[in-house]
């Protein structure tokens, strides 16, 4: 698996709305942010993770959603946006899925959630996961992530 990034943007939000700051200096995303390949992203405060998520949206429309819903099908929107006003988001692409599918970086989200939980508690806003089997490629590609926030 091909996977790219992190390219990390800064997070300013209320409850009602939220700004971008790339690494670039501008107030949009770019590069993998904006690709349509499967992502996986991760909001984090001080450096601890407190989401985990994937999307095949660019990130700007995977937010907005996630601020505006309002619990149609039972989805409230992020609960994260009602705690705090910053976070860094960072943003991981798998670049060579086939058919654009979720399912490897799905199982990727679901290894670097469990190692958060190993190493104490579940991400204090992690609503859902899903698990696949995986296999060493998956954890392994979840250990270099999580090296991202827990260098040891």
Known sequence: MLLNGPERYSLSYTPKTFTVL???G????????VSKNPKLYIASVDGNPIYVGIT?????????????????HGYHG????HSGDTAALD?????DAVDRSERDIE??????????RKRGQWP?????IHFYPSN????????RILAHYYPD
């Open 78 to 81: 992020y609960a994260w946006r």
């Open 56 to 72: 095949k949206q660019r990130m700007q429309a995977r937010l907005r959603y996630g601020w505006s819903a309002a619990g149609a």
């Open 26 to 33: 501008t107030s949009t995303f770019s590069g993998i942010a």
């Open 107 to 116: 199982t990727i989200e679901a290894e670097v959630v469990y190692l958060i």
């Open 124 to 128: 204090a806003f992690q609503t859902e």
């Open 136 to 143: 060493e490629e998956h954890r392994e590609l979840a250990s």
């Open 22 to 24: 790339c690494n670039k």
């Open 91 to 95: 943003v991981w692409e798998h670049a």
